[in-house]
């Protein structure tokens, strides 16, 4: 059975680092995208972008480049969303989902919440 | 980029109706869309790919049509267990996800 696992939800203030983790298994994690969707509270889903296990291939959302950087550790299946210094405006449900044919596999999501 | 509209934003319907949402690109994204269902505090699902295949699994009162700029997402005969939140999504060129519609029962 796939199965994308999400880090448990955070509570940080504005300017702290975070990284954020999604563990693949159930499939081969090498040879299939992993994306990462955003969810403001309340709001729909925004497409962040896109890492190839395989390779470290990258690609952002024009409106994430630079504010976010997307890794993968591909010797312990595990696809990474980080930020170096976090903005209120970040507080959201990030979800991770294997690319196939349309986001086929989703994580439970995690929960980020900046506050002072 | 590609901006993908959705319409209605919201929509409320009896069980047994045939529900019909629409997503227009605002180029052309061939067949290149997909549709996801969304309920409350749950992650999204795949429904449908390349705009008119049924994902696995999914029952058969789905459906979706389309190419090019114009697409639509059709529940035959709407069941409670159908509300939800839609959304369209292209990945012609990156991806983008429509605004999302909002479908509850009257």
């Known amino acids: 059975e796939v199965q994308l696992v999400q880090s448990g939800a955070e509570v940080k203030k504005p300017g702290e680092s975070l990284k954020i983790s999604c563990k693949g298994s159930g499939y081969s994690f090498s040879n299939y995208w992993i994306g990462w969707v955003r969810q403001m509270p309340g709001k729909g889903l925004e497409w962040m972008g896109i890492i190839f296990p395989g390779d470290s291939d990258t690609r952002y959302s024009p409106s994430f480049q630079g504010q976010v950087t997307i890794s993968v550790d591909e010797s312990i299946n595990t696809a990474y969303l980080q930020w170096s210094s976090l903005k209120a405006s970040d507080t959201s449900i990030y979800y991770c989902?294997?690319?196939?044919?349309?986001?086929?596999?989703w994580g439970q999501g995690t929960l980020v919440t900046v506050s002072s | 980029d590609i901006q993908m509209t959705q319409s209605p934003s919201s929509l409320s319907a009896s069980v047994g109706d045939r529900v019909t949402i629409t997503c227009q690109a605002s180029?052309?994204?061939?067949?290149?869309l997909n549709w996801y269902q969304q309920k409350p505090g749950k992650a999204p699902k795949l429904l449908i790919y390349d705009a008119s295949n049924l994902e696995t699994g999914v029952p058969s009162r789905f459906s979706g049509g389309g190419s090019g700029t114009d697409f639509t997402f059709t529940i035959s005969s709407l069941q409670p267990e159908d509300i939800a939140t839609y959304y369209c999504?292209?990945?012609?060129?990156?991806?983008?996800f429509g605004q999302g519609t909002r479908l509850e029962i009257k």
């Open positions: 180029q052309d994204i061939h067949n290149y």
């Open positions: 989902a294997r690319q196939v044919k349309g986001f086929d596999s």
């Open positions: 999504q292209q990945y012609i060129n990156l991806y983008t």
